[in-house]
């Protein structure tokens, strides 16, 4: 499985989570049964709008099988949810390796759609 956490730079374990999906700069990519992780730039993050939709075909297109975040736009959601990408939400500022932490650990609820304004 491909477990996907929006970054707010290229780095590793130790790194911040980005509070907004589509505005991430990178996007990590943690493989759950190696544990390797890979950094994906979004170039889908400087669009004037679209930036989530972007995203979400950005998470696909790399093979994503969860993607987790703070903040998902309504069309960001339904893109990943059409990809058949689960989506997990998060609720407080952690580290990658907090987020994959909480992860293994069944922690993390399924995420819903929203106007646009989470959390």
Do not use: W
Not at 33 to 41: A, C, G, N, S
Not at 78 to 100: G, H, P, R, S
Request: hydrophobic content about 40%; some cysteine; charged content about 25%.
């Amino acid at each position: 499985m491909k477990l996907v956490i929006p970054a707010v730079a290229e780095g590793n374990m130790e790194t911040e989570v980005h509070d907004n999906f589509g505005r991430a700069t990178f996007f990590a990519f943690i493989d759950t049964e190696t544990e390797e992780i890979d950094f994906v730039e979004n170039t889908a993050a400087k669009k004037s709008s679209g930036a989530g939709v972007g995203a979400a075909q950005l998470c696909a297109d790399n093979g994503a099988d969860i993607v987790t975040a703070y903040h998902f736009g309504p069309k960001a959601f339904k893109a990943l949810t059409a990809a058949d990408i689960e989506v997990l939400d998060l609720n407080e500022q952690k580290l990658i390796k907090e987020v994959y932490s909480d992860y293994k650990a069944g922690k993390l609820a399924e995420a819903e759609a929203g106007p646009g304004g989470h959390h």
